[in-house]
């Protein structure tokens, strides 16, 4: 399973972003899917997931409201829109996948990683 992660940029606080994940996992509808970040000099720590089972949907409370997750399984792809952009929102961004399905904010429960994508978010 590879995971590709994208959309990442410079934006200023209040700002947008939309970020992708593309996965090329043939079962991808059944597997949960995450994000998560990491800060320099802090542990990476989770953001939001959706369940392949129920759907559904887990958000860290710093993001609730601004940030939300979806997926396209048709296209084997999850997206993360986040509104209102802060400067402690700044980090890597990596997406990862649960094959067990249930969607978790514990970052030992993912299997597999994306590469990362950088959002710097300037005050």
């Known amino acids: 399973v590879q995971l590709q992660a994208s959309g990442g940029g410079l934006v200023q606080a209040g700002g947008s972003l939309r970020l992708s994940c593309a996965a090329s996992a043939r079962l991808f509808s059944r597997y949960a899917v995450g994000w998560f970040r990491q800060a320099p000099g802090k542990e990476r720590e989770f953001v939001a997931a959706a369940s392949g089972i129920g759907g559904n949907l887990v958000y860290a409370d710093s993001v609730k409201g601004r940030f939300t997750i979806s997926r396209d399984n048709a296209k084997y792809t999850v997206h993360l829109q986040m509104n209102s952009l802060k400067p402690e929102d700044t980090a890597v961004y990596y997406c990862?996948?649960?094959?067990?399905?249930?969607?978790?904010?514990?970052?030992?429960?993912?299997?597999?990683w994306g590469q990362g994508t950088q959002v710097t978010v300037s005050s």
């Open positions: 990862a996948l649960d094959r067990s399905g249930w969607g978790s904010s514990v970052r030992t429960r993912y299997e597999f």
